[in-house]
């Protein structure tokens, strides 16, 4: 069975989202990855090193460029008349993408897949993540988007994949790029962070939520995220957001600092190793996944905590 997994890269460097999509397509067979865009050989030459993967399709096209879906999932299509299933991370271009390539195949999406159980049986959350389907597939062609948090990430080196330059399929002309506003961040990015402090709506506001929440992220060397209530709020940008429809998170600590812990918020993360909650609501229902709770004033313990680290 024949694996094509795509490339999520941004700036000329490979994107750790991808490392998970290798590591879940390589339960299904043979891993080839596509990686498309303007100016792309440094980042196939650095997908060829990951460990398993057996060969790189390439097409080097402005029109791959911002990875637009519509002149994206033309050219997915047209490999898969030589693969069996279509992997992408679930990233908001691995869900913008994927559903196209799926709509055009005629078959059905594979959402979001926590575990792979053999090659046409997987796992996917449902209901907020509060239950697990086990998901039975009859298609010919397979399109899958991978939980990045649920698979471990393939080994960055280790890898000899041959490198292999496929035709473009050019631009479809139904959408251009017209901009982009990107945050610059000067902590880790939320997804591939080890330590998160998240902050919500008790914060009161944006400078509040910054002068609280950033000193201890900084004695943490964390990064930074927040509720849905914060973010919405105005407290912090959206790339902060944490939670179903925010970012999905499974850092090695996660310190969540006045989040009442709403379902939502809770699919996003609990599947850290080790949650640490501060509420002065001892009923907050984010004391029921976190393994270290501190009830009390946050404007007062934070500073305290920060102080003594």
């Given at each position: 069975?024949?694996?094509?997994?795509?490339?999520?890269?941004?700036?000329?460097?490979?994107?750790?989202?991808?490392?998970?999509?290798?590591?879940?397509?390589?339960?299904?067979?043979?891993?080839?990855?596509?990686?498309?865009?303007?100016?792309?050989?440094?980042?196939?030459?650095?997908?060829?090193?990951?460990?398993?993967?057996?060969k790189v399709?390439?097409?080097?096209?402005a029109a791959y460029d911002h990875a637009l879906?519509?002149?994206?999932?033309?050219?997915?299509v047209e490999l898969m008349g030589h693969h069996d299933a279509f992997v992408a991370p679930a990233t908001s271009n691995g869900k913008n993408i994927a559903p196209r390539v799926a709509a055009l195949l005629d078959v059905m999406q594979l959402s979001d897949i926590l575990s792979v159980e053999s090659a046409d049986t997987f796992t996917r959350p449902t209901y907020a993540g509060n239950a697990i389907a086990t998901v039975k597939t009859s298609d010919a062609k397979l399109v899958i988007?991978?939980?990045?948090?649920?698979f471990e990430k393939a080994a960055k080196?280790?890898?000899?994949?041959?490198?292999?330059?496929?035709?473009?399929?050019?631009?479809?002309g139904l959408s251009s790029f017209a901009g982009a506003e990107i945050a610059k961040l000067e902590r880790p990015e939320l997804t591939s962070a080890k330590v998160i402090v998240s902050g919500g709506?008790?914060?009161?506001?944006g400078p509040t939520f910054e002068a609280t929440i950033f000193p201890l992220a900084d004695k943490l060397g964390a990064a930074v995220g927040a509720s849905r209530a914060a973010v919405d709020a105005g407290y912090v940008p959206n790339d902060y957001q944490v939670g179903q429809t925010g970012k999905i998170v499974a850092p090695e600590v996660y310190v969540a600092v006045g989040i009442s812990g709403a379902?939502?918020?809770?699919?996003?993360?609990?599947?850290?190793?080790?949650?640490?909650?501060?509420?002065?609501?001892?009923?907050?229902?984010i004391f029921q996944v976190a393994d270290i709770g501190l009830v009390g004033d946050l404007f007062k313990i934070v500073p305290e905590l920060t102080e003594k680290l």
């Open positions: 069975m024949k694996t094509l997994v795509w490339v999520e890269h941004e700036g000329g460097a490979l994107k750790d989202a991808t490392l998970a999509a290798v590591t879940a397509a390589s339960k299904l067979g043979e891993v080839h990855l596509l990686v498309a865009g303007a100016g792309v050989a440094g980042v196939a030459a650095e997908a060829a090193k990951i460990a398993g993967v057996g399709h390439v097409a080097d096209d879906a519509e002149n994206v999932a033309p050219l997915i988007t991978v939980r990045g948090t649920a080196d280790g890898g000899s994949g041959s490198i292999e330059a496929v035709s473009s399929t050019g631009d479809k709506r008790a914060l009161k506001d379902i939502q918020h809770l699919a996003g993360m609990k599947d850290s190793k080790t949650i640490i909650a501060i509420n002065k609501d001892e009923d907050a229902p």
